[in-house]
T-cell receptor
Framework: DSGVTQTPKHLITATGQRVTLRCSPR?????VYWYQQSLDQGLQFLIQ???????AKGNILERFSAQQFPDLHSELNLSSLELGDSALYFC?????????????FGEGSRLTVL | AQSVTQLDSHVSVSEGTPVLLRCNYS??????LFWYVQHPNKGLQLLLK??????LVKGINGFEAEFKKSETSFHLTKPSAHMSDAAEYFC??????????FGTGTSLTVIP
């Protein structure tokens, strides 16, 4: 158990809808990262938050947004969903700022868009 | 700029034979390097990490990796493959634990 919790584990929805994925980082970790993993694109970095502030942006679509709350949990919002958004979405956390720190991953949220 | 190249997208070995998964990195700083493993429909799990201490790093499940600065490599090895090692493996480089750069992954198949 990595200590990172993601909900929901599975989600099925229709095109055009909006969903919210939730992540609780490991206790003490200030940084949260979101990744998208699909068969055709592999593992793609979406966005990083550190202590409530956006730190880095990767290949995140404008239809997607995220935030990190004062209690350090994070949410990834996906809107106007398309078939191609079907993927496994991972959250990871790290202490950040320490050069020995590693990422701890949750089990992922599997999104299916029909 | 940081980047990682995993030289093989697929590796196939027989059970009981050695495993070699290759990784080259590019880093402007003294990097931290990691190997992660992902079993089907699971999250990524840390196998081992290098953080400027001993260049030969031992990880879980009998895996180890050697940091070679002159070759900018961090290859993952295991003396004897087990069926349970079949998974996707990711090599990762980090600059000071803030941003992490993933390789494209190597799929390991173990043949009984």
């Amino acid at each position: 158990d990595s200590g990172v919790t993601q909900t929901p584990k599975h989600l099925i929805t229709a095109t055009g809808q909006r969903v919210t994925l939730r992540c609780s980082p490991r206790s003490g970790d200030l940084s949260v990262y979101w990744y998208q993993q699909s068969l055709d694109q592999g593992l793609q970095f979406l966005i990083q938050y550190y202590n409530g502030e956006e730190r880095a942006k990767g290949n995140i679509l404008e239809r997607f947004s995220a935030q990190q709350f004062p209690d350090l949990h994070s949410e990834l919002n996906l809107s106007s969903l398309e078939l191609g958004d079907s993927a496994l979405y991972f959250c990871a956390s790290s202490i950040a700022g320490q050069n020995t720190g590693e990422l701890f991953f949750g089990e992922g949220s599997r999104l299916t868009v029909l | 700029a940081q980047s990682v190249t995993q030289l093989d997208s697929h590796v196939s070995v027989s059970e009981g034979t050695p495993v070699l998964l290759r990784c080259n990195y590019s880093s402007s700083y003294s990097p931290s390097l990691f190997w992660y493993v992902q079993h089907p429909n699971k999250g990524l799990q840390l196998l081992l990490k290098y953080t400027s201490a001993a260049t030969l790093v031992k990880g879980i499940n009998g895996f180890e990796a050697e940091f070679k600065k002159s070759e900018t490599s961090f290859h993952l090895t295991k003396p004897s493959a087990h069926m349970s090692d079949a998974a996707e493996y990711f090599c990762v480089v980090s600059d000071s634990g803030i941003q992490f750069y993933f390789g494209t992954g190597t799929s390991l198949t173990v043949i009984p």
